[in-house]
């Protein structure tokens, strides 16, 4: 068994055997590759000589450096200095509204000609300074400037415009309240505006509950208004002292003549209902008095209460 076992499995035929040979060759020649790369590959070299004389040549000598003419600077600040009380030669401080100074003002407290036009197109534009502070949004006004010309600005107040017309409401007498009156509304003769006239509704109720007291074929109760779609019961008990009911008179169904679209047609009967009555009127003939009705499995008291004002046997 064994022997059969060591035959089948563990014996290799001669090409199967070169085959082994040729891919541990191959995993030996990649494994010792990376060891003759350096062999193959030369490092470039720089010239750095050249570089550095170059860079010798682009060092500036402290002392090549510019004298400035001092004359010519002579109204601005030195901010290079670490003192922050600096001030411009021939600044004079003095308490201004920055929405109302002029160039020449500008120019007087300090500020560069450049900066003080700046301003001047900013305030031109319709620009404003509401505090202190907005002198620091200036472009060309630096920190130091702005320090020192804040504690001086005094921004006037703008006038009120409407100062006449609150005064005037003032005088007038206290507005008085009036609670608006809500007139009563029969349900089964109002039409959309007075329902609209209703706290709480709108166009879109009044016409739902006008469709629905039309497809029902008249009100005999004040309750039925609730049953309207979409009518929230909120609204409902808001309007209920509103509602009158002065004629009960509803249209009424022929249950010995009515056909099956007529009698599903109506809110309170569904198809089912209806093609059982006609089905039951062609098995048993005309019903003799509405309360037959009972007699069917699908009607419920609850649904024959609904439904009993508009049936009729005449």
């Known amino acids: 068994m064994w022997k059969q076992f060591a035959k089948d499995y563990l014996t290799f035929s001669r090409k199967e055997r070169l085959g082994i040979i040729i891919l541990i060759f191959g995993i030996v020649i990649l494994t010792l590759l990376p060891n003759f790369f350096s062999y193959f590959i030369t490092e470039k070299k720089y ?29 601005y600040v030195d901010y290079s200095k670490s003192n922050s009380n600096a001030q411009p030669i021939n ?34 534009k319709g620009g404003k300074f509401r505090t202190a502070e907005d002198l620091k949004k200036v472009y060309g006004l630096n920190k130091l400037d702005v320090d020192r010309l804040v504690p001086f600005v005094k921004i006037e107040e703008p006038e009120n415009k409407y100062a ?28 959309t505006t007075a329902y609209i006239a209703l706290p709480g509704i709108g166009s879109k109720l009044s016409l739902r509950i006008i469709s629905f007291r039309d497809k029902l074929g008249g009100f005999y109760s004040i309750e039925q208004v609730a049953e309207t779609f979409l009518l929230p019961d909120s609204t409902f008990l808001k309007i209920k002292p509103f509602l009158v009911l002065s004629n009960m008179s509803v249209r009424k169904i ?41 007699k069917i499995n699908l009607i419920t008291e609850e649904i024959f209460q609904k439904v009993k004002p508009y049936l009729t046997v005449e």
Not at 102 to 107: S, V
């Open 164 to 191: 006449s017309f609150e005064k005037k409401e003032n005088t007038n007498a206290p507005f008085s309240y009036k609670p608006r009156t809500i007139v009563n509304v029969d349900i089964n003769l109002a039409d």
């Open 47 to 75: 010239e750095t000589d050249s570089f550095k004389k170059e860079l010798a040549r682009l060092k500036i000598d402290s002392s090549d450096r510019r004298d400035f003419n001092k004359k010519k600077f002579s109204n």
């Open 91 to 124: 600044a004079v401080l003095f308490y201004f509204d920055p929405n109302k100074a002029t160039e020449a003002d500008w120019i007087k407290l300090g500020v560069r000609e450049k900066t003080a036009l700046t301003i001047q197109k900013y305030i031109s």
């Open 254 to 294: 022929n249950i010995n003549t009515a056909l099956l679209d007529e009698l599903k047609a109506h809110p309170y009967i569904r198809y089912t209902i209806a093609k059982v009555i006609v089905e039951y009127r062609n098995q048993h003939g005309n019903f003799t008095t509405v309360e037959q009705l009972k």
